[in-house]
C-alpha cells in the first residue's frame, strides 16, 4: 500500500518585514527542520502573509518560498487564497495549500453558501440605527487532490475566527482597551458567531460533496481556534450524538487526532493550559485507511507565558499535526 502524510501547521504570521522580530532567516532555522519532519504528501498552511516585490504588481509568498528552500516542497503543487476582489494573495494570513500530487481544481469559498450576518447591537454607543454586518475574516480553501489510482481528495485548509472580541462602535478606548465589560463581552459574542459561521459554511461544503459522492475522501484541516467539543468543531463533524442520528452517521467526520494519546493531545499551550485547537477531520470512506496521528508538540512554548509573546514567536506557538494513511488498493 502507498501512504498519504496529510499535515496541518498554523505557521503564526510567516512574514519577511524589514526590521521584524525575530527576522526571517531565524525563524526559517526553526521552522524549515519542523517542515521536513513532518515529511508530508499534502500540507495545509495557516497565517501565511505576502510581500510586496514591486509597486502596481500583486503581492507574492517571497517569505513562504524562502522558507521551502532546500526543501521538496518548494517544487508542490499549490492552492491558495488571497483578497475576494483582487489579483495575487492578500497581505496577512493566507491559506496555502501544498500538494505532492496534482490539484486538478480549487477555489475559494466566502459566503457562497451562509450569507453574511446581520446583528442589532445591545451596547453601541450612541445606540446604533443601522444593524451591524458580520462577515468572515477569511475564506475556505477547496482542493480537488488527484491521488494515486484515479482517486480524488478533497481537501480544505480553514482558519476559524480567533476568540478576540469584535470591535462595537463607541465601546473602544484603544486597540487594547475597552469602554466596558458589557461591550468587550458583546465583541466576544459576535467573534463566536464569526467563528461558527465559517465552520457552519465549511460543513454544507461538506454536505454538497457527499450530496455528489456518499463515499467521498474528503480531508478538513486546519486552525479551528475551538477545541473537540466547542461548537465550531461539533458543527463540521457532524456526530450522530448531537442530532444527526444514525441514520446520519455516513456524513460525520472523523477527528483523525483522537487517536494521539490523551497526554500528548494538545497543539497549543495557553497559559499552562494544554489546548487541542488545530484538527484533521476526515470522511468515513478516509478514515477507514489504516492511519496513525503525530502532533508534533515537543518544546512548544506557550503563547501566553513565552517572554517573546509580544512578538511572532521564533517558531509558531501551534504544534504542526500529521497524519499518515495508508491509501486502499
Same mark, same amino acid.
Given at each position: ?13 510567516? /512574514? ?22 513532518? /515529511? ?20 507574492? =509568498?517571497?517569505? +513562504? ?9 518548494? &517544487? ?64 475556505? +480553501? ?44 458583546? &465583541? ?16 454544507? $461544503? $461538506?454536505?454538497?460533496?457527499? /450530496?455528489?459522492?456518499?463515499?467521498? =475522501? ?53 497559559? &499552562?493550559?494544554? +489546548?487541542? =485547537? ?36 521564533? &517558531? ?14
Amino acid at each position: 500500500m502507498a501512504r498519504l502524510r496529510i499535515a496541518t501547521f498554523n505557521l503564526e504570521s510567516l /512574514d519577511d518585514e524589514p526590521g521584524a522580530v525575530p527576522a526571517l532567516a531565524q525563524r526559517i532555522a526553526v521552522l524549515r527542520p519542523q517542515l521536513r519532519r513532518l /515529511d508530508a504528501d499534502l500540507l495545509c498552511f495557516q497565517e501565511v502573509n505576502a510581500q510586496t516585490v514591486a509597486r502596481h504588481l500583486p503581492r507574492r =509568498l517571497t517569505a +513562504l518560498d524562502h522558507l521551502l528552500e532546500d526543501t521538496r516542497y518548494l &517544487g508542490y503543487n499549490r492552492a491558495l487564497t488571497g483578497p475576494i476582489a483582487h489579483d495575487g494573495p492578500a497581505e496577512r494570513h493566507n491559506l496555502a495549500l501544498l500538494s505532492r500530487y496534482p490539484i486538478a481544481a480549487s477555489r475559494q469559498i466566502h459566503h457562497e453558501l451562509v450569507p453574511p450576518l446581520s446583528y442589532r447591537s445591545a451596547t453601541a454607543s450612541p445606540p446604533a440605527r443601522d444593524a451591524l454586518t458580520l462577515s468572515w475574516d477569511r475564506p475556505l +480553501l477547496h482542493a480537488v487532490i488527484e491521488l494515486p489510482g484515479g482517486r480524488r481528495l478533497h481537501a480544505l485548509n480553514l482558519h476559524l475566527k480567533a476568540p478576540l472580541a469584535v470591535a462595537i462602535p463607541g465601546q473602544k478606548v484603544s486597540a487594547a482597551e475597552w469602554r466596558s465589560v458589557g461591550g468587550w463581552a458583546e &465583541g466576544f459574542f459576535l467573534a463566536a458567531m464569526k467563528r461558527a459561521g465559517q465552520a457552519l459554511e465549511a460543513r454544507l $461544503v $461538506v454536505e454538497r460533496l457527499f /450530496d455528489a459522492d456518499p463515499s467521498a =475522501l474528503i480531508a478538513v484541516c486546519g486552525d479551528f481556534n475551538a477545541e473537540a467539543r466547542e461548537t465550531p468543531v461539533r458543527v463540521l463533524i457532524g456526530d450522530e450524538s448531537d442530532g444527526g442520528g444514525r441514520a446520519r452517521s455516513e456524513r460525520m467526520l472523523i477527528a483523525l487526532e483522537e487517536s494521539v494519546p490523551a497526554p500528548r493531545r494538545y497543539s497549543v499551550l495557553h497559559a &499552562g493550559r494544554p +489546548l487541542l =485547537l488545530d484538527h484533521v477531520l476526515a470522511s468515513p470512506a478516509l478514515a477507514a485507511w489504516p492511519h496513525r496521528v503525530e502532533i508534533q508538540n515537543e518544546g512548544l512554548s506557550d503563547e501566553a507565558r513565552d517572554p517573546l509573546s509580544v512578538h511572532p514567536s521564533l &517558531g509558531s506557538y501551534h504544534a504542526p499535526i500529521v497524519a499518515e494513511l495508508e491509501m486502499a488498493d
